[in-house]
């Protein structure tokens, strides 16, 4: 006792003496990780977010200015470009924040020339199959407006991807801020253009200047010279991690507009302009946030591929996040959804109404089922990806029968939504079996049962006799159980928060 006494006293147990005690190199580690995680996901969140309003903006100030029928053929013209982007994508991006040697010159500047290489391609490709563009989706008049479109791959090509190998060490800065200055850009001129022009071929304007000027903004920005260099291996190397990732994102295309290009081919134009509209209200946000998510977990996931323990535990944030993050949507889109719609878009849209809630269920599966797919590129098993595309790709032909046999828009919807439901199923399932995360995996049981019971509220609040507000009570007290359930998400949310916090008082 005396001795306990005798070191209380002279203060070597003293609170005071261990919060001064000097930190371990490994907690200094931990302690700068934590902070530079926190800081990576401000700088992401608050670039995406205020780059996806500023699209939101101009996708609303263009149905405005243009109406319904022009605005419906100029989304033909956005969603071939998006179909040009996608056919031509071998992850190649992807590949420098992936990859071991993304860091090392030589490996960037291969790469580099692979898509200077593929850009050529593609936009010859697309000059050629200008006139089977406009065909498909519905004006065969407009071949010369399809043909324009090449421009936009070429002028891609030459982006520079140093901006993109900075996402490694988690910076995102640059990149956030390239795109963000480019939305603004295209914003200020669309007003100035629509004055001029009048008409659908805006768009077309605004695509290529979008282009031409995010690539300039990558070299601007860029720390690195743009270098080319020629390397056979890694040409290999990339065209191999590429290729299945190739045809998952030719299928995930097909799963995700194959809707709007039959809706174009079978509908009139008016009904093709407000389910642009519909769509837009949710594909921005939706999509804005499944990039932050990918460009956030990918690198965390990818850095931990030599510690199993650390690895799975990351794949198991990334679901769980991903999942909470979709169910949101589906509640968000149900409580907001139709009054946002028309004070966005206004009365001359209103018939896209009906559309509203169905919508938000389909983009709330395709939001979670961002994870899987996050998990499957940082696991190197790409072909899981094709594989959940194709049972995804098995809805749309359905789609099509309903289109052509006489049915109606909300029909197509409830279908998308079933497809990106099973899709999701699928996806989890290759995580359990082919990347073997049984652990990860099976804290996924009871978030996923209150997933599917928060869709199913949401979809039938239209349809049972209770109150509307008691329907969207449940669904998000259901909610709540939701993310309480996802112990490695919040806790992965408390570390951050307390790290950041610790770092402020300390």
Not at 76 to 103: I, K, P
Request: proline share 4%; hydrophobic share 55%.
């Amino acid at each position: 006792m005396a001795c306990l006494h005798s070191a209380a006293s002279d203060g070597t147990h003293d609170a005071r003496t261990h919060k001064n005690r000097p930190s371990t190199p490994r907690t200094v580690h931990i302690h700068r990780h934590m902070n530079g995680m926190v800081r990576s996901t401000l700088v992401l969140l608050g670039g995406r977010t205020s780059e996806a309003l500023l699209r939101f903006l101009r996708n609303v100030l263009l149905a405005r200015l243009l109406g319904v029928e022009d605005y419906g053929i100029a989304g033909t013209f956005v969603l071939a470009a998006s179909m040009v982007e996608v056919v031509s994508d071998l992850a190649l991006e992807r590949m420098v924040v992936q990859d071991r040697e993304g860091n090392n010159p030589r490996f960037v500047s291969a790469i580099q020339t692979l898509v200077v290489i593929r850009s050529i391609l593609i936009a010859g490709i697309v000059y050629l199959c200008g006139d089977l563009l406009a065909l498909l989706f519905g004006f065969p008049e407009l071949g010369w407006a399809y043909q324009l479109l090449a421009v936009v791959p070429l002028i891609r090509g030459f982006f520079h991807l140093d901006i993109m190998r900075e996402q490694r060490g988690m910076r995102f800065g640059r990149q956030v801020l390239a795109e963000f200055l480019t939305v603004l850009g295209t914003l200020l001129l669309l007003w100035p253009l629509a004055a001029w022009i009048g008409d659908f071929r805006v768009i077309l304007w605004i695509i290529c200047i979008d282009a031409g000027v995010r690539t300039v903004f990558s070299h601007v920005l860029a720390s690195e010279r743009f270098r080319l260099g020629w390397d056979i291996p890694i040409f290999k190397r990339a065209i191999l991690f590429g290729a299945p990732l190739l045809a998952a994102n030719i299928l995930m295309f097909l799963n995700t507009q194959g809707d709007r290009i039959i809706i174009a081919n079978q509908f009139s134009a008016f009904e093709l302009g407000v389910f642009t509209a519909a769509f837009t209200l949710f594909m921005t946000p939706v999509s804005t946030g499944a990039n932050i998510m990918r460009q956030l977990f990918l690198p965390l996931i990818a850095r931990e591929r030599d510690n199993p323990v650390l690895f799975e535990r990351r794949c198991s944030e990334t679901l769980q996040a991903n999942l909470v993050l979709g169910c949101a949507v589906m509640i968000g889109g149900a409580l907001i959804g139709e009054p946002a719609f028309l004070l966005a878009f206004g009365q001359e849209f209103a018939a896209g109404l009906p559309w509203i809630v169905p919508l938000c269920v389909m983009f709330g599966a395709r939001f979670a089922s961002v994870g899987p797919v996050v998990v499957a590129v940082a696991g190197g098993r790409t072909i899981n990806v094709t594989i959940r595309n194709a049972v995804r790709m098995a809805f749309v032909p359905v789609a099509l029968g309903i289109a052509v046999s006489g049915g109606t828009i909300l029909a197509l919807i409830y279908i998308a939504a079933a497809g990106e439901v099973v899709a999701y199923g699928v996806g989890i399932a290759l995580v359990r079996y082919r990347l073997a995360l049984r652990k990860a995996t099976n804290r996924m049981w009871l978030p996923a049962a209150l997933a599917i019971a928060i869709a199913s509220v949401v979809l039938s609040a239209r349809m049972l006799p209770f109150d509307y507000w008691w329907i969207q009570v449940t669904a998000t007290g259901l909610l709540v159980f939701l993310f309480a359930s996802c112990v490695d998400f919040w806790t992965w949310m408390y570390r951050g928060a307390s790290t950041r916090l610790k770092k402020k008082l300390a």
